[in-house]
């Protein structure tokens, strides 16, 4: 067998090989492994390549090795999942960088981590003001988070004691003029509600490049002819303001009938509505 | 405009927010939205009935108005 042959051979085999395994060794992001990750993946992917090129002449020899490094891993992976001593024995713990607006320099020491860089990677984060943080810990994979004093944090709904409604997330029904049935049964829809809503906007089909149903069942589209200006259905602030105009106009009833009858039936009314608006709100206009 | 028609006015004002409701209340996925705009589209639907009760006594007491 010459030798181009050999390492053409043994390069389309481990090719796949490779592909397969790292398939099984799962979904983790390469930039945040730990630092034994990170060699025990170099190892795999050495091994892979001096195989590859016949640098490790006996083939099954290189295969073993790979083998080794791929079942230890994911032997690990495993007992990790079952134990939290050697979860923390391979994947090591986080430390404590800031607590209560303090830094631990005992623990940058331990982590051979200067004051300067502690600040650098805070200003990765957005955080400029060393005082603004209330705790700060760096992970076993060496990211730094940072938890900001309450009153730097962004607001939420929560902190402003404001009700909103809950959401579910957008179904994208339309991708490249062409239907994607199942998010579209996942939304609750069929093909002739789509169509019926294509109509009602005046376009095609295949004029339409992205199309997405948010939680309320409202369709948003995105055209590909950008000159084309697709009007925002307000349905719901219309919706809330017929409401508020009813609710206005059974006031004006209340003042101005004198029936004592109507006027009991108008005001009951009126603060039905009320109540009403005050549920809706949060569903309607935000 | 005669209170009666006046009243007409709201009513389908009232009944156009009735479908709206009823539309959202079918196609909202999300279950205590659905809650929302069901028990939304009962209370509408009471208070158009209290009104159109009304709107008949009015029709009833002085039938002049009645077309307008």
């Not at chain 1, 390069?11 to 630092?35: A, C, D, H, Q, Y």
């Not at chain 1, 049935?181 to 294509?198: C, I, K, M, R, Y």
């Amino acid at each position: 067998m010459p030798l181009w042959f050999e390492i053409l051979l043994r390069s389309g085999v481990l090719f796949f090989l490779v592909l397969v395994l790292m398939r099984i060794m799962g979904k983790r992001n390469p930039t945040r492994l730990t630092p034994f990750q990170f060699v025990n993946y170099t190892v795999i992917a050495v091994i892979t390549s001096l195989t590859a090129v016949n640098i490790i002449e006996n083939f099954f020899f290189g295969l073993t090795a790979l083998g080794v490094f791929i079942l230890l891993s994911l032997l690990l992976d495993y007992l990790s999942l079952r134990s939290k001593a050697i979860h923390d024995l391979v994947q090591g713990k986080e430390t404590v960088l800031v607590v209560q607006g303090k830094v631990m320099e005992e623990n940058l020491k331990d982590l051979r981590l200067t004051g300067e860089e502690l600040l650098r990677e805070l200003r990765r984060k957005e955080v400029f003001n060393l005082g603004d943080v209330e705790f700060a810990v760096m992970e076993s994979t060496g990211d730094i988070n940072v938890m900001l004093k309450s009153e730097k944090t962004p607001l939420t709904s929560y902190d402003l004691g404001r009700q909103v409604s809950p959401r579910r997330e957008p179904q994208t029904v339309i991708l490249d003029g062409n239907v994607l049935n199942d998010p579209l049964a996942e939304a609750g829809f069929n093909s002739n509600w789509l169509n019926e809503q294509l109509e009602k906007a005046g376009v095609t089909l295949d004029n339409v490049f992205i199309g997405q149903v948010d939680g309320q069942g409202e369709l948003y589209l995105d055209l590909f002819d950008d000159s084309i200006q697709l009007p925002q259905p307000r349905v719901k602030e219309a919706l809330y303001g017929n409401l508020e105009r009813a609710q206005a106009e059974m006031e004006s009833f209340f003042q101005e009938t004198g029936d004592q009858e109507a006027k009991e039936i108008y005001e009951n009314n009126a603060a039905r509505l009320k109540e009403l608006m005050e549920k809706l709100e949060p569903y309607l206009l935000r | 405009m005669t209170t009666a028609s006046k009243l007409k006015q709201t009513l389908s004002s009232l009944k156009n927010a009735r479908g709206t409701l009823r539309i959202y209340s079918t196609q909202t996925r999300e279950e205590e939205g659905q809650k929302v705009f069901q028990e939304a589209l009962e209370t509408t639907g009471q208070v158009i009935d209290d009104l159109e009760k009304r709107l008949k006594e009015m029709e009833l007491q002085e039938p002049q108005y009645e077309g307008n």
